[in-house]
């Protein structure tokens, strides 16, 4: 391998980086020379860049959700790992870059299985750079730090890693708006930025780090394996949330916990069991053994709510009053593709959709608490207002508030964040589809996120778009026919579009809707964009 590839940090034949002697000005040097080409090639290309711009259709925004733009900083314990997951599938966080450090696992291996975390996620657009080896020995626990859990998961991209330093003095650089540093093990990174470009921590607004400040009894692991590094960071004024709690204070992992979590049905549940199925993990969660260590830095950060944040002390702010039971539910709403979506909502005129048995009609009614025990409140609210717009109880239109929920579930995306082409044209009962997809995304014909061409062969189906993938829902033939089945009866029972007619829909609907689980009625189909293009 040449010097200059050697240089970067980047992959040999056994995919590990190749690391030079370290430097502390080598990476920052690295990323000087790259970002002047950078800026070169913008003002070259911008023109060029400009004029494409405007022949593409605008990406949608999100219109509904604040997000918070975050560099992951881990060393990949499975206490990260679950973190890292929390991060990456909520729609109020904009993952820019994931770095590793030493720690629980080498930094090579750790960004290895970053990558597969991010790729199984659908998040591997998100850059992971590679830190530096620490004089430190190594922890004991180590070996299932790098080995434990991911044998389930895909390998891992081979493409080059950058090294940590440089992949955050660039992020930092290149990104708009304030950037959240979350720190899940040694401060080893950001200590090192600090010394590198002191310059660029104007652009942080906050370091969230698991652990205590030097000194303290809660210091921690964290602090311990690299206090020089620590200290560096406690010490430069950063504002910073350190969140160290005693065990006795964090959410125990149970095995009936991870149980039912791993069951859910959403990519990120699938996650939590392949990572916590080795029989060493699962004995641990029998022992009461396993805590919610750095989970609780990205509970706390979706929702500060479940503590309460200490007034500072110089720049360091402490958690306290830590609510275990809203940060269990907080972890399974988000599990299930609930929290953001469904919490984070705004209502434009009412100030809550109602979930009481009491504020329905009683057919209805008798309907509201099973539907939202099995497939939660974010369905449950975005099949009422279904209902609402599309001025009946149907079944397509049911079915298009599922399968808009379920492909921002697989796509990790929230409201407003897809562009939908639906094949299911304008005639009903068909194109009822049509208002349920529109609720339940967030797409609309008003905004231009959805189109409805037309076509002579309707389907139940469409396709929905959002950061490069694509995905194709299509609701399965057995449900169809079910659905096809029901509605002639009705129509040979009572006459098509009758006031009778009307009322047997809407009972069949309602059984629909409870009966129908959006993760095991659609044919699910992914594909790059790249690959529709070719």
């Known amino acids: 391998m040449a010097w200059s590839a050697m240089h970067r940090g980047e992959l040999n034949h056994n995919r590990e980086v190749v690391l030079p002697a370290r430097s502390k000005f080598t990476d920052l040097r690295n990323c000087r020379i790259r970002l002047s080409y950078s800026a070169v090639m913008t003002a070259r290309l911008f023109p060029i860049i400009s004029m494409i711009a405007t022949l593409v259709v605008a990406v949608p925004v999100r219109a509904h959700e604040q997000i918070t733009q975050v560099i992951v900083d881990t060393d990949m314990a499975l206490d990260d790992a679950r973190?890292?997951?929390?991060?990456?599938?909520?729609?109020?966080?904009?993952?820019?870059?994931?770095?590793?450090?030493?720690?629980?696992?080498?930094?090579?291996?750790?960004?290895?299985?970053?990558?597969?975390?991010?790729q199984f996620l659908n998040q591997d657009r998100v850059p992971v750079g590679v830190g530096h080896e620490v004089p430190a020995p190594p922890p004991s626990w180590r070996e299932r730090s790098d080995a434990l859990g991911w044998a389930d998961l895909p390998p891992a991209p081979t493409n080059p890693l950058p090294f940590a330093v440089t992949l955050i003095v660039r992020t930092l650089a290149e990104t708009t708006g304030p950037i959240t540093y979350v720190c899940l093990g040694p401060l080893t990174n950001l200590a090192d930025v600090l010394h590198d470009a002191p310059a660029i921590k104007?652009?942080?607004?906050?370091v969230w780090f698991y652990g205590a400040p030097p000194g303290d009894p809660l210091a921690g692991w964290n602090v311990k394996h690299d206090p020089a590094a620590a200290a560096a960071v406690f010490?430069?004024?950063?504002?910073?949330?350190?969140?160290?709690?005693p065990d006795a204070q964090l959410l125990t992992?149970?095995?009936?916990?991870?149980?039912?979590?791993?069951t859910a049905g959403t990519p990120a549940s699938r996650l939590m069991?392949?990572?916590?199925?080795?029989?060493?993990?699962?004995e641990d969660a029998r022992g009461l053994h396993l805590r919610?260590?750095?989970?609780?830095?990205?509970?706390?950060?979706?929702?500060?709510?479940?503590?309460?944040?200490t007034e500072p002390t110089s720049n360091v702010r402490r958690v306290a009053d830590f609510d275990r039971s809203r940060a269990v539910l907080l972890y399974q709403q988000i599990l299930l593709g609930n929290h953001g979506h469904t919490d984070e909502r705004p209502l434009v005129t009412l100030r809550a959709i109602p979930t009481d048995p009491s504020q329905f009609q009683d057919d209805v009614a008798a309907f509201v608490r099973d539907i939202i025990a099995r497939h939660g409140e974010e369905e449950w609210k975005c099949v009422v207002l279904t209902n609402e717009l599309h001025r009946h109880l149907g079944l397509y239109s049911i079915l298009g508030a599922k399968m808009g929920l379920r492909a921002r579930e697989l796509l990790g995306v929230g409201l407003d964040e897809l562009r939908v082409e639906s094949q299911a044209g304008s005639n009903p009962p068909v194109s009822c589809l049509n208002d349920g997809l529109q609720v339940?995304?967030?797409?609309?014909l008003g905004r231009g996120t959805i189109r409805v061409p037309a076509t002579t062969t309707?389907?139940?189906?469409?396709?929905?778009?959002?950061?490069?993938?694509?995905?194709?829902?299509?609701?399965?033939?057995?449900?169809?026919?079910?659905?096809?089945?029901?509605i002639r009866a009705a129509a040979r029972r009572y006459g098509e579009l009758t006031p009778a007619y009307f009322a047997a829909v809407r009972r069949i609907s309602l059984q629909a809707w409870r009966d129908l689980d959006r993760a095991a009625i659609f044919e699910e189909t992914f594909a790059s964009l790249a690959d529709l293009q070719e």
């Open 83 to 118: 973190a890292l997951t929390l991060l990456a599938v909520s729609p109020q966080i904009a993952l820019k870059a994931v770095v590793t450090s030493d720690g629980s696992a080498s930094p090579i291996a750790g960004a290895r299985n970053a990558r597969r975390i991010l």
């Open 235 to 245: 010490t430069s004024g950063l504002p910073i949330v350190a969140a160290a709690l």
């Open 253 to 262: 992992l149970d095995d009936g916990l991870l149980s039912r979590w791993a």
């Open 440 to 444: 339940s995304t967030g797409a609309s």
């Open 292 to 309: 919610a260590w750095d989970d609780t830095i990205a509970l706390l950060l979706l929702a500060p709510n479940i503590g309460r944040l």
């Open 458 to 486: 309707p389907k139940a189906a469409a396709t929905f778009t959002a950061n490069g993938r694509c995905l194709r829902l299509q609701v399965k033939d057995s449900v169809v026919e079910q659905i096809e089945t029901e």
């Open 273 to 282: 069991g392949c990572l916590h199925r080795d029989p060493r993990v699962r």
């Open 202 to 206: 104007s652009r942080l607004a906050m």
